[in-house]
């Protein structure tokens, strides 16, 4: 069964750092794309970034929102995906998901989400 | 970036009901469109994909069609299960965008 679990998420102030992690498991995780998705409280959904597989050397993809601030990098020996969050702002308070992309670029299994707050 | 507009951003149903949203895109996708249902405080759960491809486990009640900038969602017959919020997803060009999501309610 494809499962993917983020973890990490919590209160942070504005300017501060944080770093989400996914667990993948139930697929061959070094074959995908994988992508994070984030949404507001009571608003829509957010394409945060991609990051593609080791034959594709990895490269990423950005929003605008979030682009020099966020970093996704991954572990293929851990089957993990992480999101660094860097300079973050109070309208980066979301929950964060974590989404395995199908091999036709189609995000397709999504974790249960981590809360990240902006606050001071 | 590609736009995506949902419409209509809420709507009012009973069960039984035959059920449409429709979803454009601000320019030409061809078929890179996904269509996701989302219950409160919940995963967004993909319903289809390409357009018109039905998602693994999905109930064939719900289906999917259009190409290009024009797109619906469709539910052949609303069940209590399905009142959640639904949101498409153009998957053609970078940045990956959705659209607003339309809620289904009683």
Redo the contacts between chains.
């Keep these: 069964e494809v499962q993917v679990a983020e973890s990490g998420g919590g209160l942070v102030q504005p300017g501060g750092s944080l770093r989400l992690s996914c667990a993948a498991s139930g697929f061959t995780f070094s074959d995908h794309y994988m992508?994070w998705v984030r949404q507001a409280p009571e608003k829509?959904?957010?394409?945060v970034g991609?990051i593609r597989n080791k034959a594709n050397s990895y490269s990423t993809?950005?929003?605008?929102s979030v682009k020099g601030r966020f970093t996704i990098s991954r572990d293929e020996s851990r089957n993990s995906l992480f999101l660094q969050m860097n300079s973050l702002k109070t309208e980066d308070t979301a929950v964060y998901?974590c989404v395995r992309v199908?091999s036709?670029?189609?995000?397709?299994?999504?974790?249960?989400?981590t809360q990240v707050t902006v606050s001071s | 970036d590609i736009q995506m507009t949902q419409s209509p951003s809420t709507l009012s149903a009973s069960v039984g009901d035959r059920v449409t949203i429709t979803c454009r895109a601000s320019q030409s996708i061809s078929a890179s469109l996904a269509w996701y249902q989302q219950k409160p405080g919940k995963a967004p759960n993909l319903l289809i994909y390409k357009a018109s491809s039905l998602g693994s486990g999905v109930p064939s009640r719900f289906s999917g069609s259009g190409s290009g900038t024009e797109f619906t969602l469709t539910l052949s017959s609303l069940q209590p299960d399905d009142f959640a919020t639904y949101y498409c997803q153009q998957y053609k060009s970078y940045p990956l965008t959705f659209g607003g999501g339309t809620k289904v309610e009683i």
């Design positions: 992508d829509g959904l957010e394409w991609r993809e950005y929003a605008a998901y199908a036709d670029y189609v995000p397709d299994y999504w974790g249960q989400g």
